[in-house]
Nanobody, 121 residues
Framework: QVQLVESGGGLVQPGGSLRLSCITH????????MGWYRQAPGSEREQVAV???????RVADSVKDRFTITRDNAKNTIDLQMNSLKPEDTAKYYC???????????????WGQGTQVTVSA
């Protein structure tokens, strides 16, 4: 069974930085995309940044100048570096990946359990 495990969340002051990591576990034949989403209480889950296999990266306008993603295709991991954090960045952050687990099998979305990021003075 494929599992995505996030880490790195915590409480930081406005203007601070955090680096989130997502590690994959289990059988993986191919990953077609990996990315980060976030969801605040009472709000819809929103896409933060996604890396599509083949060299395409999409980053939300709200974080484009402050957040960057780094994907390691060999290790099947992806990190989210968050700088100049704002209170509105407070949310639970989820790792997502589009994965084929076995040759000839289906491609499915997988989600991590999430890691909480709280930005407050």
């Amino acid at each position: 069974q494929v599992q995505l495990v996030e880490s790195g969340g915590g409480l930081v002051q406005p203007g601070g930085s955090l680096r989130l990591s997502c590690i994959t576990h289990g059988n993986i034949f191919s990953i077609y995309s990996m990315g980060w989403y976030r969801q605040a209480p009472g709000s819809e889950r929103e896409q933060v940044a996604v890396d599509i296999t083949g060299g395409i990266t999409r980053v939300a306008d709200s974080v484009k100048d402050r957040f960057t993603i780094t994907r390691d295709n060999a290790k099947n991991t992806i990190d989210l570096q968050m700088n100049s954090l704002k209170p509105e960045d407070t949310a639970k952050y989820y790792c997502n990946a589009l994965i084929r687990t076995i040759q000839g099998g289906p491609v499915r979305n997988y989600w991590g359990q999430g890691t909480q990021v709280t930005v407050s003075a």
